[in-house]
C-alpha cells in the first residue's frame, strides 16, 4: 500500500506540475480542473504514504482553513477546487530546482574552487569566511542539500578533527551562511515568493538582502574568532596541514583552471538569464525559473555530451526521490487553501491590522520591528520558514501597507534567517545534525543564540534607519 501510495503521489504531483506549466501557456477550464483534481489527489495519497505525525502539519492546516470556510459560508468545493492551486507557482519552483544538483555529480567543481583558493583560505578566519562564500553558492543550486554536501566535503578536508570546537567552526559556517541565503539567492523558494507576491523590486531587494548577508558573515567570523581565542584550539595550524594535501591531490595546478571558469559561467549564465527576463518582460520570478532551470540544465548535459547521463538522472529522481518530499509538498497545497480561505473570508485584513495596533500601542515599536517574530515562533511550531512566509506574504499581498516592499521583505526575511539557526524542527539544522552527530539543541540554539540575537539588532538598525531616513 505504501509503495502503491507513493507511485501515485509522484504520478499526481507530476501531473500537477505538468498542468501548471500548461495552463500558463494555454489557459482553459478544463486545464484548471485537471490540476485542481490531480492537486487533491496529491495530497490524499500523500496522507496514504506518510506516518500521521509528519502529516499533522498539513491536516491541521487543511482543517484550519475548512473550518474558516464553513464558518464564513463560502463554497467546499470551490474552496478545495481553488485553494489547491494556489501554491502552484512555487510547487513547480521546488521539483525543478533540485535538478540543477544533478550537475555537481558530474565533475568536482566544489575541490577544484577550494584548490585554487587555498592562498586565501590558510588562515582560520580567511577559511570560514570562503567557507560560508561557497556554501551560499552552492546553496543557490541546491537549496539546504547543500549542508549535508558542502560538511561532508569540509569533514574529508578536516579529517580527524572532531571535537565540539572543531564542529562548532564547521557546522556554524554552513548553517549561518545557508540560513543568510534566505535574504537574497533567488532561487530560494521563501526569497521568490516574497517578491514575486509583494511586488518588490528584484534588484533593490537582492541589493539589500545580499549586503545584509555580507554583514552577517563578517559577524559570524568574529563570532568564530571569538571562540577560537576562548577555546584555545589552533584552528588555523590544522587548516594550514589540510591544505598542503588538498593541492598536492589537485587535478590542476594552474592558477585558474578549466572547472573552476566553467562552474563560474554556470553560475553567471544561470543567475544572468533569469535575472534579465525578469526585468525585461516583467515575467514574475516564479514563472520564470522552473522553465530556465529546466532549459539550463539539459543544455549543459546536452554540450557536454552526456544524455545517457541525464536520462538516469531523471528516471532516479522521479522513481526514488519525489515521494521523499511528499510532506513538503502536501504542506504546500494545504498551506494554499489556508491561504486562500483567509483571503476571502477577509480575516487576513484582521490579522495585519492586529500587528498595526501593536504598534500602535507600544510607541518604539513598528510593523517592521515585530513582523520578524511571525516568521520565528510559527518556525518554534513546526513551520518552516517557507511555510511561514508562504503564509504571511500570502495575506500581506492583498494589504495596503504604508512600508515599502523591499523593507517588508528583509523584515520577513530576517526572521526566517534567525528560525533556521535556532528552531529545533526546522529542517536545514536537521540535515546537519544527521551529519556531524551532534544534538539538534547545540547545532541550533546553543550555539547561534547570541549571534542571532546581534544580527536581528544589526537588520533592524538597517530596516528603521532606511525607514525613517528615505521613507
Known amino acids: 500500500m505504501k509503495q502503491l501510495s507513493a507511485i501515485g503521489f509522484t504520478i499526481s504531483l507530476s501531473i500537477y506540475v505538468f498542468m501548471h506549466f500548461m495552463t500558463n501557456l494555454l489557459p482553459t477550464d478544463s486545464g484548471l480542473f485537471i490540476l485542481s483534481i490531480s492537486g487533491v489527489t496529491a495530497i490524499i495519497f500523500a496522507g496514504i504514504y506518510l506516518p500521521i505525525r509528519p502529516f499533522s502539519i498539513p491536516i491541521f492546516l487543511l482543517a484550519t482553513a475548512t473550518i474558516i470556510q464553513l464558518v464564513t459560508g463560502g463554497s467546499i468545493v470551490q474552496f478545495f477546487m481553488e485553494g489547491i492551486i494556489e501554491m502552484r507557482s512555487l510547487i513547480a519552483l521546488l521539483l525543478v530546482v533540485p535538478i540543477i544538483g544533478w550537475i555537481f555529480q558530474e565533475e568536482p567543481y566544489i575541490s577544484e574552487i577550494m584548490s585554487v583558493a587555498h592562498n586565501f583560505l590558510n588562515t582560520s578566519k580567511k ?5 560560508m562564500v561557497v556554501n551560499q553558492i552552492i546553496a543557490y543550486f541546491l537549496l539546504f542539500g547543500a549542508i ?6 569540509i569533514n574529508d578536508f578536516l579529517r580527524d578533527k572532531n571535537s565540539e570546537e572543531w564542529e562548532y567552526f564547521k557546522g556554524t559556517a554552513l548553517l549561518r551562511s545557508f540560513s543568510l541565503t534566505t535574504l537574497w539567492v533567488i532561487s530560494i523558494p521563501s526569497f521568490a515568493f516574497a517578491v514575486d507576491h509583494l511586488n518588490a523590486s528584484l534588484g533593490w531587494t537582492i541589493a539589500q538582502g545580499f549586503f545584509i548577508s555580507l554583514v552577517g558573515i563578517f559577524l559570524s567570523v568574529w563570532f568564530a574568532s571569538s ?3 576562548q577555546s584555545g584550539v589552533n584552528i588555523t595550524a590544522g587548516i594550514e596541514e589540510e591544505i598542503e594535501k588538498l593541492i598536492q591531490q589537485s587535478q590542476h595546478t594552474g592558477k585558474w583552471n578549466r572547472l573552476v571558469i566553467e562552474f ?4 553567471i549564465s544561470l543567475f544572468s538569464t533569469i535575472f534579465i527576463l525578469h526585468i525585461t518582460l516583467g515575467w514574475g520570478l516564479l514563472v520564470i525559473i522552473p522553465p530556465i532551470i529546466m532549459i539550463w540544465t539539459c543544455a549543459y ?5 552526456r544524455l545517457k547521463q541525464l536520462v538516469a538522472q531523471a528516471k532516479d529522481y ?3 526521490e519525489i515521494k521523499y518530499k511528499s510532506q ?3 504542506m504546500l497545497l494545504a498551506a494554499g487553501t489556508l491561504i486562500y480561505s483567509v483571503n476571502q473570508s477577509g480575516i487576513g485584513s484582521y490579522l495585519v491590522d492586529g500587528l498595526f495596533y501593536i504598534e500602535e500601542v507600544v510607541p518604539f515599536l513598528n510593523f517592521l520591528v515585530i513582523l520578524p517574530f511571525t516568521v520565528i515562533i510559527l518556525g518554534f511550531m513546526g513551520l518552516g520558514p517557507l511555510m511561514v512566509i508562504v503564509l504571511v506574504a500570502g495575506i500581506l499581498q492583498n494589504v495596503s501597507m504604508p512600508y515599502p516592499p523591499e523593507l517588508v521583505v528583509l523584515s520577513m526575511t530576517s526572521g526566517s534567517v534567525i528560525s533556521v539557526l535556532l528552531s529545533p524542527v526546522i529542517l536545514p539544522v536537521i540535515v546537519l545534525s544527521a551529519s556531524n552527530g551532534l544534538s539538534i539543541l547545540k547545532n541550533g540554539f546553543s550555539f547561534n543564540l547570541w549571534y542571532t540575537i546581534a544580527f536581528y539588532f544589526i537588520v533592524q538598525t538597517y530596516i528603521q534607519f532606511v525607514w525613517y531616513v528615505f521613507y
Not at 548535459?301 to 555530451?305: Q, R, T
Open 127 to 131: 577559511f570560514y569566511f570562503g567557507i
Open 301 to 305: 548535459f546536452v554540450l557536454k555530451k
Open 328 to 330: 513538503q509538498f502536501s
Open 227 to 229: 571562540r577560537e581565542r
Open 318 to 320: 522521479f522513481s526514488k
Open 264 to 267: 563560474a559561467f554556470l553560475f
Open 148 to 153: 549535508p554536501m558542502m560538511y561532508q566535503f
